[in-house]
């Protein structure tokens, strides 16, 4: 009976519960909360946050960092392992490491570090920079500092020099051409390496992330490699220093099977390895750990169909099954996980600007005194939909479509009767999407109806600045309002950027079953409406590009006490319309010096005034000075 909308309405339309893991939930008045040590524990609204953040002057679009969130995931990687080894009777440790590449931004790295050290939580270093970022972070001699990518000399000493400081830097050889390089720098600065492989698994595994896993992988040694390898380690009087082994499967594994399959295989490897006489010790499961963003708990690729619990019970009982019978012992263990860890820590929030409607007109338009043919026929469609076929009636409305398109190109019809014939069209459309809700089987062929009809709302941000993969691989994230959740949505919309671009869009939203066309959402209103992405805090930050020159968003740091008191930790201001012209080479100050200049040639022929040149110069300099997205008038 009940009709009223609550806020459980709210939760399980946005499927809040499924894919947050804990970390956020809705409050009674209906803005979003933050649980940043899962469901029930302290909290704070995240809209308090964007006043807090707008009251300090900092404005939307904004990316918030969760800095607690970020310490939970940490803990909870850790302690999922602690109890899997604990019920399993693991004898090895674990030993998480931290891949830089997948959030770089330093307040990211150095949170990890610190909170982690307690965990011993190292990083991982795919190139020379991440290297050396990653030395003057990692200060805890038992975590490790993992380095795979392409290794040239200057990379070898750097990391040799590292582990003279005390550091714990593993050297994973991906390729048989590092092994001399090393061999040499090692003998030559008289430093006896930690050594690893990378080895190719033959096994695969399914979803978007993949490509760099597996087979494929341009990365890594096959197994002809690795006895190569080996011999010449051993030759060189080095076999001592081969203590890990180490895959990457890809990222974003959906499939707990896959993730066992390629143990069982790397665990054989490792056997061989020990059968070599080297001393290892060390397994590297690489990344792959994956995050539910739709929550669906499947083998979907946007998903994952195990916990964090599951995968370290489905690691420790490979490992175990396949080692115990020849009694190597257990070895520590080190996973790459980057995208299960800081994922969740991140949402970008910014402001609706305004709505594009199909116009849901009630009453037909009124015709000219003598129509067009092609405007009765469509007025005649219009007023049958109730009563006729619904699929004659689209297919009818279709037609006269593109008769209206033809007539108009060969003069036939005037722009106004163009106009008329638009907008009887998409009246029928929205009848007919309207009739089907009443029908008990939809054809396939109205599957796109819904999106075609759906509102365009038009937010302040950039899709390939701050979403990049939501544009390049078409990776969901869960999106929603984080206030006005008291209130049931009426309206279906899709999601565009400012940059005009026709791929700056966001229409596939997550499912539970599938993918929808279209999001819910609130008629805006004349208020402030505020759209929230989450998961975002792995990926996608650094692949951003300069696209319409709209540059990086505000972040804010954000810390809770107990008593739901949000800290302002850390802000940082997004670039301005003059940064992201230097990142392409503009010169501001030149360009101020040419308006200017053109601005004086006006006032001498007395075109315009010395104070409109005043004023027309504070606005250029205001806006470069300015933030590259919407601004409000303050
Ligand atoms: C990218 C990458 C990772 C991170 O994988 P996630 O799935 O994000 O955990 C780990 N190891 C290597 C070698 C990588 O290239």
């Known amino acids: 009976m009940s009709e009223k909308w609550t806020t459980a309405d709210a939760v399980d339309l946005y499927g809040i519960d499924r894919w947050s893991s804990g970390y956020f939930g809705v409050s009674d008045a209906g803005e979003v909360l933050i649980h940043p040590q ?32 970020l310490d939970e995931r940490i803990k909870r990687l850790h ?54 970022a990653a030395i003057s972070f990692l200060k805890d001699p038992q975590a490790y500092l993992v ?16 582990l003279k400081l005390g550091i714990q830097c593993v050297f994973v050889i991906e390729m048989p051409s590092e092994v001399p390089v090393i061999v040499e720098r090692a003998k030559a600065l008289g430093i006896r390496p930690i050594l690893g492989v990378r080895v190719k698994l033959t096994s695969q595994a399914g979803g978007h992330w993949t490509k760099s896993g597996g087979e494929r992988s341009v990365f890594g040694l096959t197994t002809m490699e690795i006895i190569k390898v080996v011999d010449e380690l051993r030759d ?60 669906s708990h499947t083998d979907f690729s946007g998903s994952r169909n195990y916990t964090t619990s599951e995968y370290f019970s489905a ?10 019978e020849t009694g190597i012992a257990h070895p520590d263990l080190i996973t790459e996980s980057g995208r299960a860890l800081v994922a969740y820590h991140s949402v970008l929030l910014f402001n609706v600007l305004d709505v594009g409607r199909i116009e849901r007109f009630s009453a037909p338009p009124q015709l000219p005194a003598e129509p067009h043919d092609l405007l009765l026929n469509l007025r005649e469609t219009l007023d049958a939909v109730e009563t ?16 209206s398109h033809q007539l108009f190109k060969r003069g036939l019809i005037s722009l106004r009767e163009r106009a008329l014939a638009g907008q009887m069209f998409w009246q029928i459309l929205t009848r007919v999407a309207e009739r089907l809700k009443t029908l008990d089987y939809v054809p396939d062929e109205f599957e796109n109806l819904d999106a075609a009809l759906a509102d365009v709302y038009y937010c302040n941000f950039s899709l390939f600045q701050s979403l990049p993969d939501s544009w390049a691989i078409d990776q969901l994230f869960p999106i929603m309002p984080i206030h006005r959740l008291d209130e049931k949505p009426t309206r279906a919309g899709v999601i565009s950027d400012i940059t005009c671009d026709s791929d700056g869009k966001i229409e596939r939203f997550i499912d539970l079953r599938d993918v929808k066309q279209t999001l ?18 792995a990926y996608q930050e650094t692949l951003g590009d300069l696209h319409n020159l709209l540059g990086d968003t505000n972040v804010v740091s954000v810390r809770l006490d107990g008593d739901g008191h949000v800290h302002y930790a850390r802000e940082i201001e997004g670039d301005s319309v003059a940064d992201v012209l230097s990142y392409v080479e503009y010169q501001p100050k030149e360009m101020v010096v040419s308006v200017r200049e053109m601005a004086e040639k006006a006032v001498k022929e007395k075109r315009i005034t010395a104070k409109e040149r005043r004023a027309i110069m504070r606005a250029y300099e205001d806006g470069l000075r300015g933030y590259t997205y919407y601004e409000r008038e303050n």
């Open 79 to 132: 302690e999922s392992f602690s109890v899997a080894a604990g019920e399993y009777g693991y004898q090895g440790s674990y030993r998480g490491v931290y891949p830089i590449k997948v959030n770089q931004q330093q307040q990211v790295v150095e949170e990890i570090c610190s909170f982690g050290a307690k965990y011993h939580h190292g990083l991982e270093a795919g190139s020379k920079g991440e290297l050396i």
């Open 236 to 295: 060189a009087g080095m076999l001592d220093c081969l203590k890990l082994l180490h895959y990457h499967l890809g990222s974003q594994i959906p499939n707990v099977r896959d993730i066992r399959e390629a143990l069982k295989e790397a665990c054989q490897i490792y056997i061989g390895l020990v059968e070599e006489g080297a001393p290892m010790g060390v397994l590297d499961l690489g990344g792959g750990l994956a995050v539910d963003y739709d929550g």
């Open 388 to 403: 006729r076929n619904v699929q004659e009636c689209y297919h009818d409305a279709l037609y006269y479509r593109d008769e």
């Open 520 to 537: 819910p959402l609130h008629d805006p209103g004349d208020d402030d409406y505020i759209l929230g992405v989450f998961l975002i805090g």
């Open 147 to 162: 380095c795979n990518g392409y290794k040239d000399e200057e990379f070898v000493d750097l990391g040799l020099y590292a």
């Open 315 to 324: 690691v420790v009982e490979e490992i175990m099954s396949a080692l115990d």
């Open 38 to 69: 899962g469901k029930g524990s302290h909290t704070a609204n995240l809209m308090d946050v964007v006043r807090g953040m707008q009251e300090r002057g900092l404005d939307l679009p904004v990316l918030v960092r969760l800095s607690d969130i």
